[in-house]
């Protein structure tokens, strides 16, 4: 996966996704943006406002790494470890927060099975 302009890493595992665990992101709009966060829920839903739809299931940061359009899909990881993939920016209880798809919950609903290495 991609982890910064033109630097790539190898996954090598797919940790289960907790609250508290440290994630960073990178996207293509805006790179690593601020840094890193915690996770602050696995299992959140947000309601993105343009166009209006409801998205559950995702982890919440505790705020935002200033990401903006065209984040969306960058992994969220940790050194080696893949936690996920990028949905957005939303408020959540009065804070901006990033929002992400868990990479297990993402493989687990494609019928897939993480390769690392």
Not at 34 to 60: E, H, I, R
Not at 96 to 110: D, V
Request: with cysteine.
């Amino acid at each position: 996966f991609q982890y910064d302009w033109g630097r790539f890493r190898s996954v090598s595992s797919h940790p289960v996704l907790k609250t508290g665990t440290r994630v960073c992101r990178f996207g293509a709009a805006t790179g690593t943006g601020t840094g890193c966060d915690d996770v602050k829920s696995v299992s959140a839903c947000t309601k993105y406002p343009n166009p209006s739809y409801t998205v559950c299931g995702l982890a919440m940061t505790e705020g935002t790494t200033g990401s903006s359009n065209g984040d969306s899909g960058g992994p969220w990881f940790y050194g080696t470890s893949a936690y996920g993939i990028h949905s957005g920016t939303n408020v959540r209880d009065g804070v901006a927060r990033n929002w992400f798809t868990g990479s297990r919950s993402a493989l687990s609903s494609m019928g897939l099975t993480a390769v690392t290495g």
